[in-house]
């Protein structure tokens, strides 16, 4: 099925690190969420992102909507163990309400 | 407010026989959202319910199918179970168009 290209795959950060990772797509979309997912459970939604160039902030973390519009930012900063777990983007394309989902980032923390 | 849940949590099936996993929508949401995660993989999405009637449909075949209940609750039912089929259920819920939200899942194994 299609997913969306997300990078990178993993990484491994030294606690209070700050994480950068993105999100493309060869199409543009209306809306990019952000989702953290834990192992055996649902995602859980982060950031919501409505408009181009929109820079979002929750807590230590801060999400862009590409001025592209088909591309999307996901900045942790001071990363803390907890902040493991994989992280999905998601984005709906104009005239549909289907989320498509990236391939996901799998975040690992060293304290 | 009431957050998303699904029913069952864990569920154990062979080969060619059907299932029906359930989803209570977060309060004051009419629309849900069906998704089909591997393991290793983002959430692949199955099919949308919106005011009981299917709304858009993802790359399955016609033995994915669903209902929607007057109280937006949902069931996905798959006939004919293969062992591809072996996944997480992700349920969730929205107001139309509008960001989704995740029930915790149904993992389903399919022996």
């Known amino acids: 099925g299609q997913q969306l290209n997300q990078s990178p795959q993993s990484m491994f950060i030294q606690e209070g690190e700050d994480v950068s990772m993105n999100c493309t797509s060869s199409?543009?979309?209306?809306?990019w969420l952000w989702y953290k997912q834990d192992p055996g459970e649902g995602p859980v939604l982060l950031i919501a992102?409505?408009?181009?160039?929109e820079l979002t902030s929750n807590g230590r973390l801060t999400a862009q909507f590409g001025i592209t519009r088909k591309d999307s930012f996901l900045n942790i900063s001071a990363s803390i163990p907890s902040d493991v777990g994989i992280y999905f983007c998601a984005g709906q394309g104009p005239g549909t309400y289907k989320y498509i989902f990236g391939t996901g980032t799998r975040l690992k923390v060293l304290a | 407010e009431t957050g998303v849940t699904q029913s069952p949590t864990h569920l154990i099936k062979t080969r060619g026989q059907q299932v029906t996993l359930r989803c209570s929508s977060q309060?004051?949401?009419?629309?849900v959202s069906w998704y089909q995660q591997a393991l290793g993989q983002g959430p692949q999405f199955i099919f949308q319910?919106?005011?009981?009637?299917?709304?858009g449909r993802g790359n399955f075949p016609p033995r994915f199918s669903g209902l929607q209940f007057p109280n937006y609750s949902s069931e996905l039912n798959v006939n004919a179970l293969e062992l591809d089929d072996s996944a997480l259920y992700l349920c969730?819920?929205?107001?139309?168009?509008?960001?989704?939200?995740f029930g915790p899942g149904t993992r389903l194994l399919v022996l």
């Open positions: 319910y919106y005011r009981e009637e299917e709304n």
């Open positions: 309060s004051g949401h009419n629309t």
């Open positions: 992102l409505y408009k181009a160039g």
């Open positions: 969730a819920s929205s107001s139309r168009g509008e960001t989704q939200y």
């Open positions: 199409s543009i979309f209306n809306t």
